[in-house]
């Protein structure tokens, strides 16, 4: 079975060698067919410490690295901007 890989938005990098990934899911609501947008955030090894809050990234299923972090950064596709 291939590996899954996510794209979403860094909105923590607080801890070291850790990022927290947002990753979007537009969904239409069962009963009414709206589409809402679910949100699910994850934690993704960064090795290198390269990514930084408003980085959007691609990580991909990794088995277990500690006991929430199943997930490493694959590349960085757009840094944010800094003012």
Known sequence: MPRKEKIGLVVS???Q???VVAVENRVPHPKYKKIVVRTRKFKAHDEENRCKVGDRVRILESPPLSKT???VVLDILDEA???
Do not use: G, L
């Open 17 to 19: 060698k850790t990022v």
């Open 13 to 15: 990098d607080a801890m």
């Open 69 to 71: 972090k199943r997930w």
């Open 81 to 83: 901007r800094n003012p």
